[in-house]
């Protein structure tokens, strides 16, 4: 059975549809990623799934759970860091810890939670005093505090610095290899290629696109790119003979070999025939932002 199942869901605001007839499943165990711009309703869709805003037409079940009529058996399954929650700033980690813990039937150990997540050492921090990075990883721990089988996480390192969004990937991969699913919501490519087993593209409310992180990129272009600087001159010709070979550009000293298939070993295979070292060689194939503009039209920034 699906983690979560979508099936055909709309919402619309004022007359503006938001979400436009979305559909896709979640396995269990897996980080499924959600990706799209600001404004692309990717927020209104995490909530549909969490049970704290009901879609206008189209089914959501979370665990076999419905969560308009469930609601209260999802929030026992579900864990949820959303990207405009505000804490007390007056209230420490460690009552904030304990108020979310006493939401579920079967909490975590609240102190032994705040060590797991790094929090024993400001445990009685007012939530005002913190870190950008210690807020993180208590949204992190108030997202799990519950035991839940899956959590919910919307736009979670923004504002971070990349030191801190470092970190805030490897905590939610610790979640992910304890055995509890992911939902994450990100308009970051590099978080999304990062950590997402999956990825559900979304864009002006639509679903565009559903494939794993290579899998997206394939769309955008089969091409692979090699990038080097020839230790001798290097007729194109012989290069051009390789069937794995489309096209040889120069870049100065740079040489850009472009084509398909098994081109890294064919190139290098033929310059070590003729003794010529690659300098500075680079692989380079297409990536989810050439895969974004491919299926929108247009970078994720726009």
Not at 272 to 282: N, T
């Amino acid at each position: 059975m699906a983690v979560v199942q979508v099936d055909a869901v709309g919402k619309s605001y004022g007359g503006r549809a938001v979400l436009d007839e979305v559909s896709f499943e979640v396995a269990e165990g897996e980080i499924f990623g959600i990706l799209g711009p600001n404004g692309a309703g990717k927020t209104t869709l995490v909530e549909c799934v969490a049970g704290l805003r009901s879609p206008d037409r189209g089914r959501v079940t979370v665990l076999g759970l419905d969560p308009r009529r469930e609601r209260d058996a999802v929030r026992q399954v579900v864990g949820v860091q959303l990207q405009e929650s505000e804490l007390p700033e007056k209230l420490t980690v460690r009552e904030i810890a304990e108020l979310y813990a006493c939401f579920y039937t079967r909490p975590a150990d609240v102190p032994l939670l705040l060590d797991q997540w790094g929090l024993s050492e400001c445990a009685d921090r007012r939530y005002g005093k913190l870190s950008g990075g210690q807020q993180q990883r208590l949204a992190l721990a108030l997202a799990v505090v519950g035991n839940p089988r899956m959590v919910v996480l919307d736009e979670l390192t923004t504002g971070l610095d990349p030191h801190a969004r470092r970190n805030a990937w490897a905590m939610v991969e610790r979640i992910r290899d304890a055995g509890t699913t992911v939902l994450l919501v990100t308009h970051v490519m590099e978080e999304a290629e990062h950590l997402c087993d999956r990825i559900a593209v979304i864009d002006a409310g639509r679903l565009v696109a559903l494939d794993t992180p290579a899998g997206l990129a394939a769309k955008a272009s089969a091409d692979q790119r090699l990038r080097f600087r020839p230790s001798e001159r290097l007729d194109d010709r012989l290069l051009l003979e390789l069937p794995e070979v489309d096209q040889v550009v120069h870049h100065g000293a740079q040489l850009e070999v472009i084509g398909t298939g098994n081109l890294v070993h064919a190139v290098t295979a033929l310059l070590a025939r003729h003794q010529v070292i690659a300098h500075g060689l680079r692989v380079e194939q297409a990536t989810l932002d050439d895969a974004f503009v491919a299926l929108t039209g247009r970078p994720l920034d726009h």
